[in-house]
Each structure stands twice: as C-alpha cells, then as structure tokens.
C-alpha cells in the first residue's frame, strides 16, 4: 500500500505490527490457529482492501503482492508459539502501532488523491485505510469496533495526519518528506495522547 | 444517490435522517464522537455504496460527492448536542425514515436497472441501498441487523417499491412521477403497517 | 461461479445447500421471515461475491443468474416450512455441504487464476469462496464466524483444494476432470475430519 517515497520495508513494517496485533486479539479470544491467521491478515489488510474496493484500485494492492499475504502469515507464526513474550512486549507494540497508524494514513490519503479523488474524500479513505483493519477484526471477533467506544484518540490523529495530507498535495507539495512529514504528526499526537491520557468526548449528558 | 428527476434536496433529506437515526444509536450504545460520526455516516451512506460497488459504478456517489458526507455529519452535530430533544421527536424521525426508505429504494433500483441489470437483480440491489445502511449500523453497534427478526415490515415495503420501479422501467415508463410513484408506495406500505402493526411471519413452529 | 467444465446443475446443488444451512440457522436464531431469506442468500452467494468484488469482476455472478438467486429462495421455502424435518437430515446435510466447500474452493481458484492472480493470491480467493459465506451468515447472526474457532477442519481442506488447482493450472493441467479432482480432494479431506474428529490447534498454552 506503499505511496511514492515511502520505503517497501517501512510499509512491511506497518504491515507486520498491525497483523500481531490481529494475532494477539485471537489469542485473547481462543480462536483457533485458522481464527488466528484470518484476524492477523485482515487486521493487516483490511483498511488497504478497503480503499482499494472504494476508490475502483483492483485488485486490491493485497491481492497482487506477496509480501502483503506472507508478512502476517511470519506474525502469525510469531504470536502463536510465543504469544506470551509477544504480550510482555505489548508497550512497544503500541508504538509500532502508531507508526503504523500514521503511515497508512498519510499513503492511504495519497493513493485516493492519485485517483482522482477530492481532498475531503481523500481524508476520509485515509482514515478507513488506517483504522479499518482494526474495525473488521473487532467485528469477526464479535465485538463492538473500539474505536467507536474507546474514547481513545485513534481515529483523530489519523484524521489530522490525512487532513496535512491532503494540504499539502492540493499545495502541490509532493515526495516523500511530504509523506513521512504527515505520518509523524498522527504518530506523534497518538503517541501524545496514549501519554497524557486525551480522551475523546461522548455526546452531551451521557455519563461515564 | 438520486436518479434523474429527483430533487436533489430529496436525497439529502433521506440522508439527513438516515444519519440521523444512526446518532440516535450511538447515543443508546453509549459510544464517543467518533463512533456517532461513523455510525451516522455509515447509516445514511452504506446502503448506497454498497448498491454501487455491487453494480461496479466505482468510486461510489457518496465519495463523489461534498454533500453526502457533509449532511450526516451536521447531523451528528446535532445529535450530539440536543439528542434528549431528538429522541422526543421520534415520531417524526419514524416518519421521515419511511420517507427516505421510499425514496432509497426507489432510486436504487433506478440506478441498477440503468447500469444493464435485470428487474429481479435490480430489485434486489433497491432493497440493498434503501436497508444495507442499517444492517451496517447494527452490525458496527454490535447488533443482530433488526431488519433480520423485528417483525416490522420494513424490507417488504421497499421491495414492493423496488418492484413497482423495476416493472414500470420494463414498460418503458420513465421520469421524475415514476420514481415518485413508487417511493410513495413503499413509504406508504411502510406507514400503514407502523399504523395498524402488521407483522412478517416467524418459520412455522417458532414461538414468539 | 461454475468455472468451465462445471456442469450448472453441480453448481447449483451447492448453492442449495450452503442457502439450507444459512436458513437452519435463521431458524435457531429465530429470525423472520425476511432474516431467513438474507441468511440464506447470504450464506449461498457471499463468498462468491467477495470474491467478486476482490478481483474486479462486476457485477459479481450471483448479480447476472437468475438461478443463483432463485435457488436460495427456493431453498428459505424449504426452511420455512419444514424445518424440523430438514434438521433430522442434517448429517446429509453436512455430506452435502462439505461437497459444496470442495466444488466452490476449487471453482473459486480457477476463476481467480484466470483473472490473472498469482497461485498464492488464486489460492486465497478460493478459500474466500468456500467459507466465506458461511463467514456473513454468523456474522450478520450476531456470531463470532464459527470458521475462526471452533477447530473443525473446514478452511484447512478448502485450502488443500485450492491449491492443488492451483498447482494443476501452474503445471498447465485444465479441464473439468482437474477442477472435479481438486473438489474431490478437499472433500474427502473434510469428510475424513469429521468421521475422525481431527481438530486444528489452539495458539501453544491456550486450553480448550
């Protein structure tokens, strides 16, 4: 799903955080090796799949690289013979998680705009690129998307990442400076967040 | 999502409540703001992308358009500061949501039967665009799709539209009194069963 | 989804089948009228519509038969009314189920290949086929998808179907006979973990 200027390893890398994080979902859950090799790939792929269908891109990006399908195949490997160590390294994992959220956001914006789309748009299919993967998996695993409840900020920080995005290319700023510039202010307003405690607000009157 | 000869104020109004009652269930799920924004969004659009990934008019409408993204989330904004107010108007928004499943059916399987589909298919793709919002909507809030087992004729009167619109095109007939014609049938269907509680059948030997 | 060298009627039967097994568990759940016919829709044409969708052919099959709608009709019909007795035929409904996962695994990979996708991603697509209705129909029942669980070889045979049709058509081997023997495999293969109770793994540590 990589745009431009944004290295294959750093998108590998995204890729792989977002399957262990699948991965350790079904462990919680006591699926199955099947359940666990299905919810590390469509944690990994999902939001990518997902703007490929919207913006017309197929087959989606997943469907015509190997590295995309064999990556969360390794994660899945990983977590489960030693899913254990993988949850003691679950602080770290946050981080790369962020990395991976602000880096699909930021190239998952750039491919919409590439087709043709409208910056407002554009920021939308940003968004479902970096959190749909997580959605998809809450959902097979029967539970309610946590971005809709958790009051974490996670959905935003994508927002501000493609919405910097989106500027800059109607700016006519291109490359990938661009790119990794607008990943690391959604990284790093996750990041901030996660450390200061920002909560998102729920509707007027509905108590905690 | 209009068809030809639908005021495109029309459309909007049925998003408007669509949406409208997607906040409306993000505010009894207790989710946060971005769940009320999705969950209004998805509601009032998901139909309607669906219908047209399905039929292969990609990007859909709603990722063509400022208008479709923008009226659902004036009304999360709304629903989000005055949602005692809102759910005391719940008549209201019953009605207006009858209206927009009328019209949603009605357009739907105007735009199927024009992109080459069959009466039968294009009936069944009008009744995917006017319910596919709320199956999404329960589906994300965690919910069995009420439109599975509620009883309510809500399916039946926008495949009695679909159908009205899928055999009147067969016949030649065309334009704005057409689509009109059969979205106040489906509305209507849909009225007189709130009105007098009409039920669908449970499989036979299933108790209440 | 019949590739060539499928005879309909084969096809059909197994579209029969899954739509039985999406309208026995619209009965379990109690759903109306209006779920069971969705569940068995769903259930029948799902996978194949994924598939669809993911390889860019649109409007998917099940959107240009006649048949593939109609048959999961018929068979909701059949559900709806004699339901009790069509539970007492189970185990040749699962016989027949597990023929169905065998032909669409297998029709599924070869329709994928000659779209173009790699072995690995044809692969991928033909197991998306076999479960992936099955996949819809518990997850618009309010389930977490019982594939991802309950450690019945069920995806596991798809696969080895998969990808023997896919080695067979790499190897330039075709025709009916080729699909025929892929199917027959992944048949048996789940026919023999049923009789043996083989079940797939849980992650190490996690007991049952």
Do not use: N
Request: proline fraction near 6%.
């Amino acid at each position: 799903m990589a745009g431009p200027g944004v290295p294959e390893v750093l998108d590998l890398a995204g890729i792989f955080v977002f399957a262990v994080s699948g991965g350790l979902a079904a462990v919680r859950q006591r699926l199955d090796v099947v359940g666990m090799v299905v919810l590390a790939e469509i944690t990994a792929l999902g939001g990518g799949i997902l703007r490929d269908l919207l913006i017309g891109a197929v087959p989606p990006a997943a469907f015509t690289s190997l590295g995309y399908v064999l990556v969360p195949l390794a994660a899945s490997a990983l977590v489960f013979f030693w899913h254990p160590q993988v949850t003691r390294l679950l602080p770290a994992v946050l981080l790369f998680d962020a990395a991976g959220l602000g880096l699909f956001c930021a190239t998952g914006t750039l491919k919409a705009l590439e087709h043709g789309l409208s910056p407002l748009h554009s920021v939308l299919l940003g968004v479902v690129t970096a959190v749909g993967g997580g959605v998809l998996r809450d959902m097979l695993g029967g539970q309610i998307p946590s971005v809709l409840y958790d009051r974490q900020l996670y959905a935003l920080p994508a927002m501000l990442g493609a919405a910097v995005m989106a500027v800059a290319y109607t700016a006519d700023l291109h490359g990938g400076a661009v790119t990794a510039g607008a990943a690391v202010l959604a990284t790093g307003l996750r990041l901030l967040a996660i450390r200061y405690g920002w909560r998102t607000p729920r509707p007027r009157g509905v108590p905690d």
